[in-house]
């Protein structure tokens, strides 16, 4: 059964230092792994992806990071910014419709 | 604007009520989710439409009932709800097999009294 896993359930950064967001996962069945964002009261939102044949994406201040042999997933945030603060979650999917989620990382950048 | 607009915000409703959730989308994607956030627990899926039809329905109480009417709307009809049923109700669309990532509303925050 594909579970993801992201066991750090928040984290607080210092404004314009690093935050390094991590999520593991049971097996490699899915193809794509995905990082939402969410703030208060809203959906979460798409952020970026990457697939398994790579091993780094880069998005401008964002970087996802993906270690198979480990079967593990990180997220970069540099410089991290105050509204970077939301609850992360990384999610794996086939590429079809679906998907598994992970329970959540809230994320606090301290100005 | 997210492109998925989900009403109504905040719901509150008896366990004896029946109420509905709407989701609508106009971005021209083919598939629409229903997902329910829990405190500390993963975002669950509970139904999945592709092109009007449903092909998932991880196994959902019967006192939730979505309806899928056309590509742009997804409803869910509630009733006799329990208490622990209280939860974030996020709709969701996606281009199918994109692999890109899902475009989600901003929820229903459902409480069960």
């Known amino acids: 059964d594909q579970q993801v896993k992201q066991n750090s359930p928040s984290l607080s950064v210092q404004e314009g230092r690093i935050s390094i967001l991590n999520c593991d996962y049971t097996?490699?069945?899915?193809?794509?792994f995905l990082w939402y964002k969410k703030y208060p009261a809203e959906g979460p939102t798409f952020l970026i992806s990457?697939?398994?044949?790579?091993d780094k994406n880069e998005d401008g201040r964002f970087t996802v990071f993906l270690n198979k042999s480990a079967k593990h997933l990180s997220l970069h945030i540099v410089p991290s910014q105050p509204g970077d603060s939301a609850v992360y979650f990384c999610?794996?999917?086939?590429?079809?419709?679906?998907?598994?989620f992970g329970t959540g990382t809230r994320l606090k950048v301290l100005a | 604007e997210t492109g998925v607009t989900q009403t109504p915000r905040h719901l509150v409703m008896g366990m004896t009520n029946k109420k509905s959730l709407k989701c609508e989308q106009h971005?021209?994607?083919?598939?629409m989710y229903w997902y329910k956030q829990s405190a500390k627990k993963p975002l669950e899926l509970m139904f999945v439409?592709?092109?009007?039809?449903?092909?998932e329905n991880n196994s959902v109480p019967s006192r939730f009932s979505p309806e899928c009417p056309n590509s742009s709307h997804l409803f869910l009809h509630l009733h006799t709800l329990q208490p622990e049923d209280s939860a974030l109700y996020l709709c969701?669309?996606?281009?199918?097999?994109?692999?890109?990532?899902?475009?989600f509303g901003s929820g229903t925050r459902l409480t069960v009294v």
């Open positions: 999610a794996n999917t086939s590429g079809t419709y679906k998907y598994i």
């Open positions: 439409y592709s092109l009007e039809e449903r092909v």
């Open positions: 990457i697939s398994s044949i790579k």
């Open positions: 971005l021209g994607h083919n598939a």
């Open positions: 097996n490699s069945m899915f193809d794509y």
């Open positions: 969701a669309s996606s281009r199918h097999g994109s692999g890109y990532g899902y475009t």
